[in-house]
C-alpha cells in the first residue's frame, strides 16, 4: 500500500535529461494553514521569512502529501548535487469556453491528433486541464499514465508519412484555439523584473536580515554614528546590485523581444492561407517560407520545397547550410529515427535566418511548426542564461563555514554574558542586550563589504583595459583558474580559411604546385572548374554568401557568380547557379557552368558534390571535393598518383588543411530530371583532380597568449563547432598541441543492432609519430608528469563521440578529460555540458567565446569570457570590446590580486573581531563595555578605512602613528571627551612592548612560514602529501597504467551507461 502511494506521489519530470527534477504531490488543509498563519503573526514575520529561504517547509508546513493527480501544490527538487526545492502551484486550463469540434464532449478526441496528449489529458465532461509551468516550460497532467507531460512540442513518435497527412494542409481554427490555450502563445517572453522585486529579493538576502538585527541592537545601544556607515554602505551595495540585475534584464528583454512579432502566412484546413503574428502559431500549423529573409519564429520540419538557412545563432559558424524537405515515405519509424543523424536536414531552428527559399513545382515552401516558446532551439537558450546551473565556488563555501565558525565563537560569548550577568542580577533587558552585543561582536558586519572591495578594485582597472564585468563575485574565482577552454573561429583564429595553393594532378601524377595570391591566374582545366562550381555559394543582396571555405576557394578563380534564376522545365520549377569567368580569370572556352544539383556537405560522410552542365553543351559533370582519405577512395586508383599519401602528410603535418578535389562525365540522357540521381551511384569512379591547401591563420595575440597558459601552467582546449581536422591543425598550429606530441583521434558509435557502442583510438594522420602502438604506448608515459602538463599525447573527437562516450563509456570520460585537448563539431549543450564535466574532475574552468551557440558554455564555466557584445554577452560574467584571448591572462591576474586581497582583508578582519570579542567579553567580566568613541575608531578608522580602500600599508602606517601619539600625549580634554582612562606610563610600555613581540611572531609567521612555498613543498614531499583534486588523481593513477593511452585499438561498450541529455535541437555534432 505504501509503495503504491509512493508511486502516486512522487515521479520524475524530464527523466534522463539535464534538467530532470523530481515531483512530488502535496494537498494544502485549512486547519494546517491556519496555524502557520497564526505562527507568521507571533514571530512577527520570521516564520515567513524562514518559508521564504526554505520552501520545503513551507509545503511541509502548509500542506499533506497526497497522489499527484490530487495535488494542488508541488514540490519540485533537483537531482543533481545541491538538491534545490521549488514550489508551484497547480492550475487549470479551462477549454470548455472555446468552440469545439463536434462530438468533442463525448469519447471523440479534442484535437484531430489522436496522439496528442491533450487529448489524454481533457478531464471530461467539465473540459479542463491541470498544468504548472516550470522555468517558463508548461507541463499538463497526463490521465492515461498519471504523469505531468511537456507540451509546446509535437510528439516525437509521429512518422515521416504522419506528418505529411496530419498536418500537411494546416490544422482547423477550432484544433488551433485549443492548442493555443493550452500550449501558451509561441513567444520567448523575458520579463524586465521590477526594481521593488529585485530590491525585495536582496534585502531578504539571510546575510543582510542579520545585519539588519545587528544594527537595530546597535543603534538601540545609541551606537548611531558606525550603524549609519554600515547603513549608508548597504543602501550602495544593494543598489549597485539591483542596478546591474535591471539592466541585465532589460538586455536579455530586448534581445528576444523583436523576435516575438514575426509576420507569417498560416495554412488552415478549409479556410487558406492567412496573415497571423507568430506568436499565435501552435505545434501543426503550417506556414510558407514565402520571402526572402525570415527569422524563424519557431522550430519548423519543413514539408515541400528546400531552403538555405544561417545557423550562426546555433553553431558559431555564420555559414549558409541548405535544409530539404522530410521525405514522404510509408516507414513506421518515428520519423527522427528514419532520418537517423541526418533528421537536422530537415528542421529549421527558431532564431536561425532563412536567406534564401527554393520553392517546388508543387507550391511555395512549407513547414510544419515542431516546438513553440521556450520548447525551441533559442528558448533552450534563453532559459540556460535565465536559470544557469548554481555554482559550486568554494572560496564562498569556505568563507560561509568560516562565518558559521565565528558565530560558534559568539554563541559561547552570550552564553559566557548572560552567566556573567545573571551571576550580578543585572535586569533582564541588560542581560540580553548584552548577551546580543557580544554575539554580533564576534561576526564582524564589514566582512562581506570588505570582501567585495578587491573585486570592486579589480573591476575598475579591467574597465581600463575594455574588459566589462556584469557578476563582480567572480572576478575571485578567476583566480583560481586552471583550464581555459576556447571556441575556435574568431577566437584563436580569424573568421574562416584562406587559400594558399592548388596541387593539380594529371597522368596520376602531381604537377606543380599554383600558390596564392598570385600574379597569373589559375588556368582554365578540371581543377578550376571543380573550384568554380563544386560548393554551396548563393548571391543575397549583390553579395556572394556561405561556407568561407568555399567562398576562398571560389575567390581563388576569379569566377563570378550569377543570382539563382528559375526555369521551367518537364518536372517541375528548376533552381539553376550559373558561374562565368571574371574579367581577371583565364581565358576559359566555355560561356559559364550552371549548377543544376547538389548533394550537400554531410559530416558523416565528408563529401559534397555538384551536378553541372557548360552552358551550351548538352554534357552533365559531377564535381566533388571533401576529405581527401574519402574522395580518393571514390576515385579510380589508377587516376590517384601513387605519392598521394606522402604529399597529404606533408601538407598536414605542416599545419594545412587540406581538401581534395575528382570530376566525373555523367552518361545521362535528354531531359533528365538530375535531382533524381542516386548519390551512391553517382560519386563513384571518378578522377581524381588534385588537392586544395587551405590555412587558417591563428590571431597575432593567440600564440604568445597560449604559451604564457602553459608557462602559468594552465591548460588550453579547443571547444568548436568547426570540423576535427582543421580544429586539430589549428591546435598544433598554435601549439595546443606541441610539435613532439601525438593526437589521438577518438571515434565513437552507437549501438547497432546486436552490435554495441563502440569506441576507437587512432592517431592523427598529421601526427609526425610512427604509427606502430607499442612504442606510442611505452612513450607517452615516460614524460607523463605528475601535473600532467609535458604529457606527450593529446585526445581530439567531435561532438558525436563525446555524446556516446558520455552515453556508453561514463567511466572512460574522465582518464580522457584529462588529457583531451580538442574537441570539435560541439553542439551548444554539449559545449555546456563538456564545462560540467571538467568541473567534476575539480577544475576551475574558464570559457573564451564570442558566438551565441557559447551562451550556455559561458553561464556554466567558472568564468565566462565573451568576445562579443551580441547575445553572448548577456549570458557572460565578462565581455572583452578587444576581440582576441588578450583579456583571458588579464583576467586571471586581476582575479588572483582580487583573490589575494579578499585572503589578507578577512584574516585582517577576523583578528579584529577576535581582539575587540576578547577585549569586550574581558569588560563584561568587570561589568564595563568600550565606550562609543573606542568602537568607533575600532570600527571605522582601524576597519574601514584600511578594507575598503586601496592604499593598505600607507594607512596602517598612518593609524599605528595616529594611536601612538594618543597612547603617550596625555591630553586630559582628549581623553576626556573619546571616554578614555589615563594608565600609568609603565603599563603602557608594556603593551607597546606587547605589540611589538606580536608583529614579530605575526611577520614571523606569515612571511617564514605561511608563505614560503619551498618551505611547503618540503612538508608535503616528507609526510606523502597529494592534491587531492579528481583530475589529479586520475593523472597519477594513468600515470601508473602501462596500457594508457590506447592506440590503434577497439573498444566496446560492456552495458549501457547513464545518459547525459542534450537538446535535440542542439545536436550540431558530427
Same mark, same amino acid.
Given at each position: 500500500m505504501e509503495e503504491k502511494f509512493w508511486k502516486d506521489h512522487y515521479m520524475l519530470l524530464n527523466k534522463d535529461e539535464e534538467n530532470e527534477l523530481e515531483i512530488f504531490g502535496y494537498?494544502?488543509?485549512?486547519?494546517? *494553514?491556519?496555524?502557520?498563519?497564526?505562527? $507568521?503573526?507571533?514571530?512577527?514575520?520570521?516564520?515567513?521569512?524562514?518559508?521564504?529561504?526554505?520552501?520545503?517547509?513551507?509545503?511541509?508546513?502548509?500542506?499533506?502529501?497526497?497522489?499527484?493527480?490530487?495535488?494542488?501544490?508541488?514540490?519540485?527538487?533537483? =537531482?543533481?548535487?545541491?538538491?534545490?526545492?521549488?514550489?508551484? *502551484?497547480?492550475?487549470?486550463?479551462?477549454?470548455?469556453?472555446?468552440?469545439?469540434?463536434?462530438?468533442?464532449?463525448?469519447?471523440?478526441?479534442?484535437?484531430?491528433?489522436k496522439d496528442s496528449v491533450i487529448n489524454r489529458a481533457a478531464k471530461k465532461p467539465q473540459l479542463k486541464v491541470r498544468c504548472i509551468q516550470v522555468q517558463k516550460i508548461r507541463y499538463i497532467w497526463d490521465f492515461s499514465v498519471k504523469q505531468f507531460k511537456r507540451v509546446g512540442s509535437l510528439e516525437d513518435s509521429n512518422t515521416c508519412h504522419s506528418i505529411h497527412h496530419k498536418f500537411g494542409a494546416g490544422l482547423t481554427r477550432e484544433d488551433q484555439k485549443i492548442r493555443q490555450l493550452v500550449c501558451g502563445p509561441n513567444a520567448i517572453e523575458v520579463e524586465i523584473r521590477p526594481i521593488w522585486k529585485l530590491l525585495f529579493k536582496e534585502i531578504l538576502n539571510p546575510f543582510y536580515v542579520f545585519q539588519a538585527f545587528t544594527l537595530t541592537l546597535w543603534l538601540s545601544q545609541g551606537y548611531i554614528e558606525y550603524s549609519v556607515a554600515i547603513i549608508v554602505l548597504s543602501i550602495i551595495s544593494v543598489g549597485l546590485t539591483v542596478y546591474d540585475l535591471r539592466q541585465q534584464s532589460t538586455k536579455l528583454h530586448d534581445l528576444v523581444e523583436e523576435h516575438n512579432k514575426v509576420q507569417v502566412t498560416v495554412c488552415m484546413k478549409r479556410e487558406g492561407c492567412k496573415e497571423l503574428e507568430s506568436r499565435y502559431l501552435v505545434p501543426g500549423d503550417v506556414f510558407l517560407l514565402d520571402r526572402k529573409k525570415l527569422s524563424l519564429p519557431c522550430d519548423a520540419v519543413l514539408i515541400d520545397g528546400s531552403c538555405v538557412v544561417n545557423e550562426g545563432m546555433l553553431t558559431g559558424e555564420s555559414i549558409?547550410?541548405?535544409?530539404?524537405?522530410?521525405?514522404?515515405?510509408?516507414?513506421?519509424?518515428?520519423?527522427?529515427?528514419?532520418?537517423?543523424?541526418?533528421?537536422?536536414?530537415h528542421v529549421l531552428f527558431c532564431g536561425t535566418e532563412v536567406i534564401q527559399t527554393k520553392p517546388t513545382g508543387r507550391g511555395p515552401v512549407r513547414a510544419v511548426v515542431l516546438q513553440t516558446g521556450f520548447n525551441t532551439a533559442k528558448g533552450d537558450l534563453v532559459r540556460s542564461i535565465l536559470y544557469p546551473k548554481p555554482m559550486n565556488f568554494q572560496l564562498y563555501r569556505d568563507a560561509f563555514k568560516f562565518i558559521i565558525g565565528l558565530s560558534a565563537i559568539g554563541v559561547l560569548g552570550l552564553i559566557y554574558t548572560v552567566c556573567v550577568f545573571t551571576y550580578h542580577q543585572k535586569p533582564v533587558a541588560e542581560v540580553v542586550a548584552m548577551a546580543l552585543l557580544l554575539l554580533t561582536v564576534a561576526v564582524p558586519p564589514a566582512i562581506p563589504a570588505a570582501l567585495t572591495t578587491g573585486t570592486v578594485y579589480a573591476q575598475r582597472r579591467l574597465k581600463k583595459k575594455k574588459i566589462f564585468c556584469i557578476t563582480p563575485q567572480r572576478i575571485n574565482i578567476c583566480g583560481q583558474i586552471n583550464l581555459v577552454c576556447f571556441d575556435k573561429t574568431g577566437t584563436l583564429t580569424e573568421d574562416g580559411l584562406d587559400l594558399w595553393g592548388v596541387l593539380p594532378s594529371e597522368g596520376s601524377r602531381f604537377q606543380e604546385i599554383h600558390k596564392f595570391p598570385s600574379s597569373t591566374p589559375l588556368p582554365w582545366g578540371p581543377v578550376c572548374g571543380a573550384m568554380a562550381s563544386c560548393h554551396s555559394l548563393v548571391v543575397l543582396d549583390k553579395k556572394i554568401q556561405g561556407d568561407p571555405l568555399d567562398l576562398k576557394m571560389f575567390e581563388g578563380t576569379h569566377w563570378e557568380i550569377e543570382e539563382s534564376n528559375a526555369s521551367q522545365d518537364g518536372a517541375g520549377t528548376l533552381h539553376t547557379c550559373v558561374v562565368r569567368p571574371g574579367p581577371k580569370a583565364s581565358s576559359a572556352p566555355v560561356e559559364g557552368i550552371a549548377i543544376l544539383h547538389q548533394f550537400p556537405f554531410s559530416s558523416g560522410l565528408q563529401r559534397m558534390s555538384v551536378v553541372s552542365q557548360k552552358i551550351g553543351e548538352e554534357q552533365y559533370d559531377l564535381y566533388m571535393k571533401g576529405a581527401p582519405e574519402i574522395v580518393s577512395s571514390l576515385c579510380r586508383q589508377e587516376t590517384v598518383p601513387a605519392d598521394f599519401l606522402k604529399e597529404l602528410k606533408? $601538407? =598536414?603535418?605542416?599545419?594545412?588543411?587540406?581538401?581534395?578535389?575528382?570530376?566525373?562525365?555523367?552518361?545521362?540522357?535528354k531531359d533528365v530530371d538530375v535531382s533524381d540521381l542516386e548519390r551512391e551511384e553517382a560519386e563513384s569512379g571518378l578522377v581524381f583532380l588534385g588537392l586544395l591547401v587551405m590555412e587558417n591563420r591563428l590571431k597575432q595575440e593567440t600564440k604568445p597568449v597560449l604559451?604564457?597558459?602553459?608557462?602559468?601552467?594552465?591548460?588550453?582546449?579547443?571547444?568548436?563547432?568547426d570540423n576535427l581536422q582543421t580544429a586539430v591543425t589549428v591546435a598544433r598550429s598554435a601549439e595546443m598541441i606541441p610539435k613532439a606530441s601525438k593526437a589521438i583521434i577518438i571515434e565513437a558509435s552507437e549501438p547497432e543492432g546486436s552490435t554495441p557502442a563502440s569506441i576507437a583510438w587512432q592517431l592523427a594522420e598529421d601526427s609526425k609519430a610512427s604509427t606502430a602502438a607499442a612504442p606510442v604506448c611505452a612513450n607517452a608515459q615516460e614524460k607523463i608528469s605528475l601535473d600532467g602538463e609535458s604529457c606527450n599525447y593529446h585526445f581530439a573527437m567531435n561532438g558525436k563521440s563525446y555524446q556516446v562516450l558520455v552515453k556508453h563509456f561514463y567511466s572512460l570520460l574522465p582518464k580522457i578529460l584529462v588529457n583531451a585537448t580538442v574537441f570539435a563539431r560541439m553542439s551548444p549543450g554539449q559545449k555546456s555540458s563538456l564545462v560540467e564535466e571538467l568541473q567534476k574532475l575539480n577544475y576551475y574552468v574558464g570559457m573564451c567565446g564570442d558566438g551565441a551557440n557559447d551562451c550556455g558554455a559561458l553561464k556554466m564555466a567558472h568564468a565566462g569570457i565573451s568576445l562579443s557584445e551580441q547575445e553572448a554577452s548577456v549570458a557572460s560574467p565578462f565581455t572583452s570590446q578587444i576581440p582576441n584571448i588578450q583579456c583571458v591572462p588579464e583576467l586571471i591576474r586581476e582575479g588572483r590580486a582580487a583573490l589575494v586581497s579578499s585572503f589578507a582583508v578577512v584574516k585582517y578582519l577576523t583578528l579584529y573581531g577576535l581582539i575587540q570579542f576578547v577585549g =569586550?567579553?574581558?569588560?563584561?567580566?568587570?561589568?564595563?563595555?568600550?565606550?562609543?568613541?573606542?568602537?568607533?575608531?575600532?570600527?571605522?578608522?582601524?576597519?574601514?578605512?584600511?578594507?575598503? =580602500?586601496?592604499?593598505?600599508?600607507?594607512?596602517?602606517?598612518?593609524?599605528?602613528?595616529?594611536?601612538?601619539?594618543?597612547?603617550?600625549?596625555?591630553?586630559?580634554?582628549?581623553?576626556?571627551?573619546?571616554?578614555?582612562?589615563?594608565?600609568?606610563?609603565?603599563?603602557?610600555? $608594556?603593551?607597546?612592548?606587547?605589540?611589538?613581540?606580536?608583529?614579530?611572531?605575526?611577520?614571523?609567521?606569515?612571511?617564514?612560514?605561511?608563505?614560503? *612555498?619551498?618551505?611547503?613543498m618540503l612538508i608535503k614531499a616528507c609526510f606523502g602529501y597529494q592534491s587531492k583534486s579528481q583530475y589529479r588523481k586520475w593523472q597519477r593513477m594513468l600515470q601508473r597504467d602501462p596500457n594508457w593511452p590506447p592506440v590503434n585499438t577497439k573498444d566496446f561498450a560492456a552495458k549501457r551507461m547513464a545518459e547525459v541529455y542534450v537538446n535535440p535541437s542542439y545536436e550540431h555534432g558530427g
Open positions: 494537498k494544502t488543509q485549512g486547519c494546517r *494553514k491556519a496555524l502557520c498563519i497564526a505562527g $507568521y503573526i507571533m514571530s512577527c514575520g520570521a516564520l515567513l521569512l524562514l518559508f521564504y529561504w526554505k520552501p520545503e517547509w513551507d509545503v511541509w508546513a502548509n500542506c499533506i502529501p497526497c497522489s499527484l493527480e490530487e495535488a494542488d501544490v508541488v514540490l519540485l527538487r533537483t =537531482t543533481d548535487e545541491f538538491q534545490r526545492y521549488t514550489r508551484k *502551484k497547480v492550475t487549470w486550463i479551462d477549454l470548455s469556453a472555446l468552440p469545439l469540434p463536434d462530438g468533442s464532449n463525448s469519447e471523440c478526441p479534442l484535437v484531430a491528433d549558409p547550410v541548405t535544409k530539404t524537405p522530410l521525405p514522404l515515405t510509408e516507414s513506421p519509424m518515428p520519423w527522427k529515427t528514419h532520418s537517423m543523424e541526418d533528421y537536422r536536414r606533408m $601538407y =598536414t603535418s605542416q599545419g594545412f588543411r587540406v581538401i581534395a578535389l575528382a570530376h566525373k562525365v555523367l552518361s545521362l540522357g604559451r604564457e597558459l602553459a608557462a602559468a601552467r594552465i591548460r588550453s582546449v579547443m571547444v568548436t563547432g =569586550t567579553a574581558l569588560l563584561f567580566w568587570q561589568l564595563q563595555i568600550f565606550g562609543n568613541h573606542q568602537y568607533l575608531i575600532q570600527d571605522v578608522v582601524i576597519t574601514l578605512l584600511v578594507c575598503l =580602500t586601496n592604499v593598505f600599508s600607507v594607512l596602517l602606517a598612518l593609524q599605528l602613528a595616529v594611536c601612538l601619539f594618543l597612547f603617550f600625549a596625555d591630553f586630559d580634554a582628549v581623553y576626556r571627551g573619546m571616554q578614555f582612562l589615563c594608565t600609568p606610563v609603565i603599563w603602557r610600555v $608594556y603593551v607597546l612592548l606587547m605589540l611589538l613581540a606580536t608583529f614579530c611572531v605575526s611577520f614571523f609567521t606569515e612571511d617564514v612560514l605561511l608563505q614560503n *612555498k619551498h618551505l611547503w
